[in-house]
């Protein structure tokens, strides 16, 4: 019975472990078609960032941009000197509106400006 048993757990599918995204980068924030920013201001990034990196004020969308939700983040900073690069952020967000694939920059010289704010975060 023993063979069997190893036998068994031989031939069993192995589990992967993949990493959460498959690139790593600076976080910004994606544009739906109209080129608005496609956050909703929903908070669920910020709310599964382990590094608490992620701060959002929600404001109402202008009628002329309601493409994809009536709210949008009117701040959106993301503290890159505390970000971690785990892609929880992008796991979270039911709308594609957040990735990890910015460019890093190469080198700072002022850690402020490692604090990115929303249209620096519209930057790829
Ligand atoms: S990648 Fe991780 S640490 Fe960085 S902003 Fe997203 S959730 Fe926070
Ligand atoms: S980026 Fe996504 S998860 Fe974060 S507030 Fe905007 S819509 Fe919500």
Known sequence: MAIWRTL????????????????LGRPRLTLNDAG??????????????????????AGSRLPHDITSGERMAQTFQVDLA??????????????????????????????QTLRLDLEALKII
């Open 82 to 111: 505390r970000c971690v690069q785990c892609g929880l952020c992008v796991e979270a967000c039911p709308v594609d509106a957040v990735r990890l694939d910015g460019a890093l920059p190469a080198h700072v010289s002022d850690v």
């Open 36 to 57: 608005v920013v496609r956050c909703t201001a929903c908070a669920l990034c910020a709310a599964s960032c382990p590094s608490h990196c992620i701060d959002i004020v």
């Open 8 to 23: 068994v757990r031989l031939l069993r599918p192995r589990v992967r472990l993949e990493p959460a995204v498959a690139r």
